[in-house]
């Protein structure tokens, strides 16, 4: 049996701020050695060169290492997934996984938050957008499984993963050693890299059949309601993050998942927080909350239609403002609504992972 876990969520005051991870580690909340993963927001304009993500990954993997025994090789091999851009009224923030002592934890046998982390083999340039990478991190999801104690892929609510996207670097790289590249649109490549990543988590909870080249990132009708995926220049193969419900391992949270339809569905996220056995009323308000959502996570994509509940917007004609932008911007706003709290994890670039013009919704809780 895995050992339980804590998670709290910290907000990131500055582009270069870890103080919240560190403060936790100072007040006895976590260790610094047990820290499993973080999934944070940061405040840049989420594209390929957006630094920002860089700079807090550095600061974050500092504190791990200032604050506890492992080096800074060790602390390197902790997966910690930054989705860049805080469009709207989104907040920078971060979410630390971390496992507990199970003798200071609390005993249940009802299902509480398990995690397991895991990396893929190197994702080479020529393999985003194409079966070799959705393979590597299905084999990559179910060895997370394997360390989280999950056995049915039902018990999955959550699995985050962040991936290399290509740049020129990695495009001419490819071309030298006689390899094509599905796309030498960089930006382009983060949304392949994310649909791409999707079909895999997919293909290894037993939502799909393996796809086949042809319907990477153009059959809309395969997804997965648990994928939420980043991309990144940071990295050369998945980070994979598995979060599921196990009885036994004990603690104080649970997963649940749901999905929205569209950009404005509100009750796909209540739905989501209800799946992690928060009780709400038939028309719930964010006060029935009280302290007891640590976070929401949710992917989203602008509709290829071009309309949202039969009206028309020009998200994707919009020469000025990127769709990404735009659409996150929306979500994040919908998302805040219902929690009365900003700091939500809302990432954009969403082809496979839930239904096309909508996406995954998933909540962590706090039982008590």
Same mark, same amino acid.
């Given at each position: 049996?895995?050992?339980?876990? $804590?998670?709290?969520?910290?907000?990131? !005051?500055? =582009?270069?701020?870890?103080?919240?991870?560190?403060?936790?580690?100072?007040?006895?909340?976590? !260790?610094?050695?047990?820290?499993?993963?973080?999934?944070?927001?940061?405040?840049?304009?989420?594209?390929? /060169?957006?630094?920002?993500?860089?700079?807090?990954?550095?600061?974050?993997? $500092?504190?791990?290492?200032?604050?506890?025994?492992?080096?800074? !090789?060790?602390?390197?091999?902790?997966?910690?997934?930054? &989705?860049?851009?805080?469009?709207?009224?989104?907040?920078?923030?971060?979410?630390?996984?971390?496992?507990?002592?199970?003798?200071?934890?609390?005993?249940?046998?009802?299902?509480?938050?398990?995690?397991?982390?895991?990396? &893929?083999? =190197?994702?080479?340039? !020529?393999?985003?957008?194409?079966?070799?990478?959705?393979?590597?991190?299905?084999?990559?999801?179910?060895?997370?499984?394997?360390?989280?104690?999950?056995?049915?892929?039902?018990?999955?609510?959550?699995?985050?993963?962040?991936?290399?996207?290509?740049?020129? &670097?990695?495009?001419?790289?490819?071309? @030298?050693?006689?390899?094509?590249?599905?796309?030498?649109?960089?930006?382009?490549?983060?949304?392949?890299?994310?649909?791409?990543?999707?079909?895999?988590?997919?293909?290894?909870?037993? $939502?799909?059949?393996?796809?086949? +080249?042809?319907?990477?990132?153009?059959?809309?009708?395969?997804?997965?309601?648990?994928?939420?995926?980043?991309?990144?220049? @940071?990295?050369?193969?998945?980070?994979?993050?598995?979060?599921?419900?196990?009885?036994?391992?004990?603690?104080?949270?649970?997963?649940?998942?749901? =999905?929205?339809?569209?950009?404005?569905? +509100?009750?796909?996220?209540?739905?989501?927080?209800?799946?992690?056995?928060?009780?709400?009323?038939?028309?719930?308000?964010?006060?029935?909350?009280?302290?007891?959502?640590?976070?929401?996570?949710?992917?989203? @994509? +602008?509709?290829?239609?071009?309309?949202?509940?039969?009206?028309? /917007?020009?998200?994707?004609?919009?020469?000025?403002?990127?769709?990404?932008?735009?659409?996150?911007?929306?979500?994040?706003?919908?998302?805040? &609504?219902?929690?009365?709290?900003?700091?939500?994890?809302?990432?954009?670039?969403?082809?496979?992972?839930?239904?096309?013009?909508?996406?995954?919704?998933?909540?962590?809780?706090?039982?008590?």
């Amino acid at each position: 049996m895995p050992d339980p876990i $804590e998670v709290r969520k910290v907000p990131i !005051e500055s =582009v270069t701020d870890a103080s919240g991870l560190a403060r936790l580690i100072d007040d006895g909340v976590i !260790e610094a050695d047990r820290v499993l993963a973080v999934i944070g927001k940061t405040e840049g304009n989420g594209g390929v /060169n957006d630094y920002t993500r860089i700079l807090a990954d550095r600061a974050f993997r $500092e504190v791990l290492v200032a604050k506890g025994t492992r080096t800074a !090789e060790e602390a390197a091999q902790v997966p910690l997934v930054w &989705s860049g851009g805080t469009d709207g009224v989104l907040s920078p923030h971060a979410t630390i996984f971390a496992t507990v002592d199970p003798a200071t934890a609390v005993r249940t046998d009802e299902p509480r938050v398990s995690v397991g982390v895991a990396m &893929s083999e =190197v994702i080479l340039p !020529e393999d985003i957008g194409r079966p070799a990478m959705v393979e590597k991190v299905a084999a990559g999801v179910r060895e997370a499984m394997k360390i989280a104690g999950i056995d049915d892929p039902a018990d999955v609510h959550y699995v985050q993963t962040k991936t290399p996207l290509l740049t020129l &670097s990695t495009i001419t790289d490819a071309k @030298e050693r006689g390899q094509t590249v599905v796309t030498e649109d960089t930006l382009k490549s983060m949304d392949i890299s994310n649909s791409t990543t999707a079909l895999g988590i997919a293909v290894a909870l037993g $939502e799909i059949e393996t796809p086949s +080249a042809e319907q990477i990132h153009k059959d809309l009708s395969l997804y997965s309601s648990v994928a939420s995926c980043s991309s990144g220049v @940071e990295l050369d193969r998945a980070q994979i993050v598995v979060v599921g419900n196990v009885r036994g391992i004990g603690g104080r949270y649970r997963a649940g998942h749901s =999905v929205m339809k569209d950009a404005l569905d +509100a009750d796909g996220i209540w739905e989501a927080i209800r799946g992690a056995g928060v009780d709400l009323p038939e028309r719930p308000h964010p006060d029935d909350l009280g302290d007891r959502l640590v976070n929401l996570f949710i992917k989203c @994509e +602008a509709d290829p239609s071009g309309r949202v509940r039969g009206r028309r /917007n020009i998200m994707l004609d919009d020469s000025d403002v990127h769709w990404h932008r735009q659409i996150k911007a929306t979500v994040g706003g919908v998302a805040a &609504s219902v929690t009365g709290d900003p700091a939500v994890f809302v990432s954009v670039a969403a082809v496979h992972q839930g239904p096309s013009g909508g996406g995954p919704v998933i909540a962590i809780a706090d039982l008590g």
